[in-house]
C-alpha cells in the first residue's frame, strides 16, 4: 500500500512568492495533520483535518498559513506571501481515528 | 502542562554497543499514548512503536527493545548491538486523550551515531 504522498519534496521560492504544498494520505484514513519542523522550535504541529473538517488550527502561525482539504484525498497547505523564516520541511501525516500517525517524506521549503 | 522531554541532545556509540535512549513525559491525563519514531538521514520520519497508558508491559522486537514505567513517567528505548544503520535522530511523543485530536507532542529528539 502507499504511504502518506507529499509533493513537492523540495521547495526554493523568493520571499513574498505563494507556496502550496501538497498531501495525499493514506487510503482509508479519516485524519490528516500538518507538522512543521526546525531546529529551533522541533516538530510542532500546524492543524488537524478529521473527515475533512479542520479541528484544530491552533498552531497555525498565523494569517499567512491556510489549509484545505477538500477532499479525503488531498489537502494543500498555502503560504502567502512567505518569508524566510517560514523555511522547514513540512510534515503530512494520516491516521484511522486515534491510532498511529503515519508520515510522509516531507517538502523542504527554502525561502530566500 | 503535557511536555515530552528527552535528555540527551546526542549519543555516539560504537558498533555492537548497547544503548539506550531516555524519554520523560508530563500530563495530566490518564488516558494516552506513547511513541517513538526514528528520522534517519534521508529524512523520513519512521513509525516504531505505540503504547498506550494501560499496558506497561516491555516491548522487543529484534533489537529494539522499550521498558515503559508510568511511576517515573519514563518510555525508555533500548538498542541492543547497535549497527550503524541505527544512525537516526529518535523522537518520543506523547498523544493524549484530552485533546480529542491525536495530536503529537514531540520531544527535541537525540541524534544517535553509531561508529564502525
Known amino acids: 500500500d502507499a504511504g502518506v504522498i507529499q509533493s513537492p519534496r523540495h521547495e526554493v521560492t523568493e520571499m513574498g512568492q505563494e507556496v502550496t504544498l501538497r498531501c495525499k494520505p493514506i487510503?482509508?484514513?479519516?485524519?490528516l495533520f500538518w507538522y512543521r519542523q526546525t531546529m529551533m522550535r522541533g516538530l510542532e504541529l500546524l492543524i488537524y483535518?478529521?473527515?475533512?473538517?479542520?479541528?484544530?488550527d491552533s498552531g497555525m502561525p498565523e494569517d499567512r498559513f491556510s489549509a484545505k482539504m477538500p477532499n479525503a484525498s488531498f489537502s494543500t497547505l498555502k503560504i502567502q506571501p512567505s518569508e524566510p523564516r517560514d523555511s522547514a520541511v513540512y510534515f503530512c501525516?494520516?491516521?484511522?481515528?486515534?491510532?498511529?500517525?503515519?508520515f510522509g517524506p516531507g517538502t523542504r521549503l527554502t525561502v530566500l | 502542562a503535557q511536555k515530552v522531554t528527552q535528555a540527551q541532545t546526542e549519543i555516539s556509540v560504537v558498533e555492537k554497543e548497547d544503548v539506550t535512549l531516555d524519554c520523560v513525559y508530563e500530563?495530566?491525563?490518564?488516558?494516552?499514548?506513547l511513541f517513538w519514531y526514528k528520522q534517519p538521514p534521508s529524512g523520513e520520519l519512521v513509525f516504531l512503536i505505540r503504547?498506550?497508558?494501560?499496558?506497561?508491559q516491555n516491548e522487543i522486537s529484534g533489537r529494539y527493545s522499550w521498558n515503559f514505567q508510568k511511576s517515573t513517567s519514563s518510555f525508555n528505548f533500548t538498542i541492543t548491538a547497535s549497527q550503524v544503520v541505527d544512525s537516526a535522530v529518535y523522537f518520543c511523543?506523547?498523544?493524549?486523550?484530552?485533546?480529542?485530536?491525536?495530536?503529537?507532542?514531540f520531544g527535541q529528539g537525540t541524534t544517535l551515531q553509531v561508529k564502525p
Open positions: 501525516a494520516s491516521s484511522l481515528g486515534w491510532n498511529t500517525q503515519y
Open positions: 487510503s482509508g484514513h479519516n485524519s
Open positions: 483535518f478529521n473527515n475533512n473538517v479542520p479541528i484544530d
Open positions: 500530563t495530566r491525563d490518564t488516558t494516552y499514548y
Open positions: 503504547r498506550n497508558s494501560f499496558d506497561e
Open positions: 511523543a506523547l498523544s493524549e486523550s484530552s485533546s480529542n485530536t491525536g495530536k503529537l507532542i
